[in-house]
């Protein structure tokens, strides 16, 4: 059984992005080859190296999480950080409640996050932090823009929340 609650001791990224696997790295269809969308998606980390990634999908609770570190390339190794808890199924939107409560333990309350995600259900209707990916394909290079841009955007907010949040301290 995998570990449900991972943390790796890896720098901790100031936009953390919330990754499912079946559906978005590869097409959520039986015997569909997989990862076909992880060199893609890989690019995308590279270009943003203050953005960390946690795994949020139903394969932490099969794969330990240095497992799941492993289908990625060495060189971003050290932005997989760690892997969602695992709530009761019957908890309303659980994989955003998942994604909160990791967030509760690990991170500033103010800290941005995204999530990548087929399953809209597993979500609150109009979630902002949810990008949804159509799982009969996976991840799409518009997808992949879009995801760009709003990791862009959350780590163009941070030197603002960072400023505040030392305001807070310093006013303390």
Do not use: N, Y
């Amino acid at each position: 059984m995998g570990k449900t609650l991972s943390i790796s001791s890896s720098p901790r990224g100031d936009v953390t992005l919330f990754l499912d696997v079946d559906g978005v790295l590869h097409r959520r269809e039986l015997g569909a080859e997989k990862f076909t969308a992880l060199p893609q998606l890989q690019e995308s980390i590279r270009r943003h190296p203050r953005l960390e990634v946690v795994i949020s999908s139903s394969w932490r609770e099969v794969f330990d999480f240095e497992d799941l570190v492993e289908l990625f390339d060495e060189d971003l190794r050290q932005q997989i950080v760690g892997t969602t808890p695992v709530l009761d199924l019957d908890t309303e939107f659980v994989r955003q409640r998942e994604c909160e409560q990791w967030m509760d333990t690990h991170r500033p309350s103010d800290q941005e996050w995204l999530a990548v995600e087929d399953e809209q259900a597993l979500f609150e209707p109009g979630c902002p932090q949810l990008l949804l990916v159509d799982g009969s394909k996976g991840l799409q290079v518009e997808d992949l823009r879009r995801l760009d841009e709003r990791i862009s955007e959350a780590l163009a907010r941070v030197p603002e929340l960072k400023l505040a949040r030392w305001r807070c301290w310093r006013a303390a």
